[in-house]
């Protein structure tokens, strides 16, 4: 089974549907975010969380809302979907300090018609 | 701010030749970490090699080597005896080491194709 968990893994929507996705690790790592990948742009980050109690806004945050539910989830929202927020998405998990390097899921790949 | 640039949006090489992947950089900081990940058609991103700025020398991991040059702000990616199951896309990202910092700066990326 994958550390880092991401559902669902596709979807598609239509335009003003509230979706969430859902990302759960068994890694134990404290930190983790969300980016969004859209083709020549590289990952960009939308939200991320240092701790159950820690929510921060990243580059991209307009439009989306996220939940530490617990130390292994981290939800991200999008309360009323338009089509430029078709993406993939990626949630990933990292330790302070140590290698530094990003654990990724997945990735969900969603659709807004 | 720090950026990272990856010039090269499509490389290609045949099978079993080597290939580079460039990437710059731009900091102010001293200390950092740098990283290539690949992304295969499945879409997971699985880390290739890691550098931490304080060390001079090269890392290796088996055919995938780096070269990296502080003062000139340059991190290629040198793939060898390249395989089929190398073709992805490529991504450079930068991590700062600044206390607190979250950020992590990643390229626009490099798809490389490999010939058969």
């Known amino acids: 089974d994958a550390d880092v968990t991401q559902t669902p893994r596709n979807r598609i929507t239509k335009t003003g549907k509230r979706i969430m996705l859902e990302c759960s690790q068994t890694?134990?790592?404290?930190?983790m975010y969300w980016y969004r990948q859209d083709p020549g742009l590289g990952l960009q980050l939308i939200y991320y969380?240092?701790?159950?109690?820690?929510?921060n806004k990243g580059e991209i945050s307009d439009g989306y809302s996220v939940s530490r539910q617990a130390q292994a989830k981290f939800s991200l929202s999008l309360e009323s979907a338009i089509p430029n927020q078709t993406a993939l998405y990626f949630c990933?998990?990292?330790?302070?300090?140590?290698?530094?390097?990003?654990?990724f899921g997945e990735g969900s790949r969603l659709t807004v018609l | 701010a720090q950026t990272v640039t990856q010039s090269q949006p499509e490389m290609s090489v045949q099978e079993a030749e080597t290939v580079t992947l460039s990437c710059t950089y731009d900091t102010s900081e001293s200390d950092y970490y740098l990283f290539w990940y690949k992304q295969p058609p499945s879409r997971q991103m699985i880390l290739v090699i890691r550098?931490?700025?304080?060390?001079?020398q090269n890392a290796t991991e088996n055919r995938f080597s780096v070269n990296f040059q502080k003062a000139a702000k340059s991190f290629s990616l040198k793939i060898s005896d390249s395989q089929l199951g190398d073709a992805a896309m490529y991504f450079c990202a930068y991590r700062s080491t600044t206390s607190g910092t979250y950020k992590y700066i990643f390229g626009t990326g490099t798809r490389l194709k490999v010939l058969a």
């Open positions: 890694k134990g790592h404290d930190r």
């Open positions: 550098q931490e700025a304080y060390k001079q």
């Open positions: 969380s240092f701790d159950v109690k820690d929510i």
């Open positions: 990933a998990t990292s330790v302070a300090g140590v290698t530094g390097e990003l654990f």
